[in-house]
């Protein structure tokens, strides 16, 4: 069942389905404590871009999974149409927030929703745009709203959550980034440095918040059969089939991934060797990054 209203007016769509979130009220809180995180009792998720590709697909395995949803895109009619199926399926809560991400409006709006929403315990940061236009022939108009989308809409949302979920000693933050962020050159350059600060955003608020009962994760998704490609001019069908991963696949394998507690998730990359060494040469080279005197190859 979805009930609609006044958009000028509503901010959001609830689905009456299940649990007592759906009747208007919230989940009680324990008088010591936190409840255990069983199936009937795992929270809401907030997931951004979730009218298609990867956010639809997190929203489909988070309501199997037992969470409640709020499901965050700008297209509305697409976002209805997957909380009626969801509920239907799944028997969830489901709250539809039509929100345009990259003006400061809707950004705002979403902020509130992660602010005082305390049944929120997971945010899946998925909402971005990229393009693999050569940096000499792209817009730069386009690239300034890339990054405001991809950083700082990412950035801001995040910093709305946390302090709630370090509050109730729970929450868990999951930034999908990309490949690009430890190899820029495979697409534009801009693009690239905006998913190098997702990863590395990630493994600053980890390395902040781990002790404080937050969980952080950055998912890293090679090419992915989503309509990424054809926003972009290039049509996913003419990509090389064998680098290109299903939604389904890519997002099962993240939630696999969070389970074993990963801050960084690289689903296609087979052999993680390389990425653990490259881990540890990172976290080698910190103690030394920083001295009074020049180093010796740099001496006259």
Same mark, same amino acid.
């Given at each position: ?35 255990? #995180? ?6 809401? +998720? ?12 997190? +929203? ?33 809560? /489901?709250?539809?927030?039509?929100? !345009? ?18 049944? /929120? ?21 386009? #690239?300034?709203? #890339?990054? $405001? ?31 690009? $962020? ?60 064998? /680098? ?26 087979? !052999? ?7 881990? +540890? ?20």
């Amino acid at each position: 069942m979805a009930c609609s209203g006044d958009g000028t007016k509503q901010d959001y769509i609830r689905h009456l389905r299940h649990s007592p979130r759906g009747a208007g009220s919230r989940p009680s809180q324990p008088a010591f404590g936190h409840l255990p #995180m069983t199936p009937s009792h795992l929270g809401t +998720a907030l997931v951004t871009g979730a009218s298609s590709g990867i956010g639809a697909v997190y +929203a489909d395995r988070l309501a199997r999974r037992g969470h409640d949803l709020v499901l965050v895109a700008r297209d509305r009619s697409r976002l209805l149409a997957l909380a009626d199926r969801l509920s239907t399926e799944t028997g969830r809560s /489901i709250e539809v927030l039509a929100a !345009d991400l990259g003006s400061p409006e809707g950004l705002q709006r979403v902020e509130r929703q992660l602010r005082e929403d305390a049944s /929120i315990t997971l945010l899946v940061n998925n909402a971005g745009i990229g393009t693999h236009t050569p940096l000499l022939e792209s817009d730069v108009d386009q #690239m300034s709203r #890339m990054v $405001a989308l991809n950083v700082d809409a990412l950035m801001r949302l995040s910093y709305a959550a946390v302090p709630g979920f370090v509050a109730r000693g729970r929450g868990t933050v999951v930034n999908i980034a990309s490949i690009v $962020a430890l190899a820029p050159e495979i697409l534009n350059g801009v693009y690239g440095g905006t998913k190098a600060f997702v990863m590395a955003f990630s493994q600053s608020l980890h390395h902040e918040l781990a002790a404080r009962g937050v969980r952080v994760q950055a998912v890293l998704p090679g090419a992915t059969a989503t309509d990424f490609w054809a926003k972009g001019g290039r049509p996913v069908e003419h990509l090389p089939q064998q /680098i290109v991963m299903r939604a389904e696949d890519l997002v099962d394998a993240a939630l696999l991934g969070l389970d074993r507690g990963e801050l960084i998730t690289v689903p296609s990359l087979h !052999d993680d060797r390389a990425l653990r060494e490259m881990e +540890a040469a990172r976290l080698s080279l910190a103690p030394h990054l920083s001295s009074n005197t020049v180093a010796p190859r740099y001496a006259r």
